[in-house]
């Protein structure tokens, strides 16, 4: 199965009406990432750019995610900071991407109010040559498979822990990872968006 770009593009309209309930954005720091997908037509698939972070890291250690970080002061907006946190973790350039659109904001059990960005692979761009990672922060780059991600029957509705702000959340089996929270809470929206499930609750904090 391949998502073709303008499914791509309707799936980003038809998650217009994702996203979680509106909080008090004072107690949530702005933070956006990249959702990179790549349209492979010669193997007939999409695969999604993932990545896993290093265990020592202060928050989000050893978690599955995509790249993206906090919203810093010189940053003149959300898509500029996920450019910038894709660049400076996996090398990704921004004239190595075509931005789509975005989501509507997701809020974090760990404090977090953050926009995803919806982006392509542009055409000609080699991950194998291109992708390198931020040794300081990140662990590994995943090539995945959309596909795999996507599908409803990787997808399963758990307690969230007891440190997280959150009551539910989500995880999604992928090879030998579980990724879970706010990672997760995006595959199952995109995969409804994509009309493969139905949309996931928005207020699990």
Known sequence: MMFSLNEIKQCIENCKIAGDVERDSKEFMLAAVMIIFSIDQLQNKNQLIIIKKKNNLRKHSGQIAFPGGKKESFDSNLKI????ETHEEINLKNTDLEILGELPFFYTGTGYKVKPIISKLNNNVF?????????NEIEKIFIADAEELLSPINHFRIKAPDNSLMNMTWKVKYKNENIWGLTARLLVTLSAGFNLREYPPCNDI
């Open 81 to 84: 900071t996920a450019l910038r």
């Open 127 to 135: 991950l194998e040559k291109i992708l390198k990672p931020d040794l």
